[in-house]
C-alpha cells in the first residue's frame, strides 16, 4: 500500500509542474524497485534491474521488469531507457543488492543515488543471497507485487527492531561517521517465500558476515533503548532437566555505556543494560505466580543476554566490524586529536567490552 501512495505523489507532482516537459501518464514507467548486481562483464560490471507496473488495454495491472549491463549505474539506465517506449521515473521504495556486489562494495553505487534527485532518502536497502535480479523477476503465487512486499516487510521490520530499519540516509550516516559500520537485512528466495534470513555487518562499504536473527535481537539491546520490545529464548526447567520457551512481551530496557581509562592500552567499555518486561508464554513447570521462581527466570534471562552478548561482540570483533558504534562512545570520550591518531582497528581488536544485565520481570502474564 505504501508503495502505490509513493507511486501517487509521484504522478501528482508530474502533473502539477506548470512548465517544462509535459507528462502524460500512459507514456510514463513508474520505477517501484530496483537491483543492482554484478555482471560477468569486466566491461560493464553493474548489472541493474527495474520493476514497473504496466495495465493492459483491458485494464488489468502487471508488473514488468528490464535488466541492463553497464559501466555505471547511470550507463545502466541510460540503456534501459532505449529497452522500453516508456519514459523511466522515479518513484523507487525498494533499492535490493546482490549478495557480490554488496561484498565487493557498495559505495560508488549509492553515492550515484545520492547525485539523482529522483532516489528519495528514506528509500529502502536490504541484501539478497544470490542475485538480486532474481528476486524481482520471481514469480511467487502469494505475491502479486514483490517490490511492495518487501517495501512493506521492511516497514514491519524496522516498527519491530530499529536495527532493521535501513535506508539510504541511515547507510551513508553510519558509512560517513568514523565510529560506526553500517548493516543492512538480508533476504532469500528459496521456494515460494521471500525470507528474512538475518543481517548483514559491513567493514566500511563491503558486507563481510551475516549476523542470525537471534544475534539481531542481542545488536538491538546493544546499540540502545528498546521500547515495547519482545525476546523469545529457551529457558532450562531443572525439574525435567531440559530447555523450555520463555516469551517475554512489553520490553523496556535502557542502555547506558560508558569508557573507564582515557589511555589507549587501558580502555575498557561498560555497557549497562536494565530490562524491564511481562512474560507473555511459558512453557515450564515451574509456578511463577511466586517470587522465588520469577527469581529464578530473571536470573536465566541475565544469563543469557550477557552470554550472547559476548558471544556476539567477540564475533564482530573477530570481522572487524563496528556494528554497535564502540568507534562512536570511543570518539567522544577523548579529544579530537587524540582520536586521530588512534590505530582504531588495532584498538577495537583487543578492546574490553563488558556487558552487565539487570532484568526485572514486572507479570507473570500466561504460562502452561
Known sequence: MQNKVTVLIAICCLFLTSCGTSNVIEDLAILQAGAYDLSESDEN?????????????????????????????HDTFTKLQNLTNLKLVGGQGTIIFGEKLAKKGLINVIKSFSRDPEFGTRVKFAIVEGKGEDLLKKKIPSIPDNSEYLYTFMEKLGRQNKILNTDKHRFLRDYYDDG???????????????????????????YVSQLSLSEIQILDFLSGNINNGSLMISILDEKKGKNDQLLISNINSENDKKVNGRKSNNMTVIINLDLKGSILEYSGTMDISKEIYQRNLEKQVENYLVTSSKKLITKLKKDQTDSIGIG???????????????DWNKIYSDLQIKVNVNVDLINTGKSK
Open 45 to 73: 560490471p553493474i548489472k541493474t534491474t527495474v520493476l514497473f507496473p504496466t495495465v493492459s488495454k483491458e485494464g488489468t495491472f502487471g508488473t514488468q521488469t528490464l535488466t541492463a549491463n553497464g559501466k555505471s549505474t
Open 180 to 206: 560506526i559500520d553500517p548493516v543492512l537485512p538480508v533476504f532469500s528466495y528459496e521456494g515460494e517465500n521471500i525470507e528474512l534470513k538475518g543481517l548483514g555487518t559491513f567493514k566500511g562499504d563491503q
Open 328 to 342: 562512536t562512545l570511543i570518539r567522544n570520550s577523548v579529544s579530537y586529536k587524540k582520536w586521530n591518531k588512534m
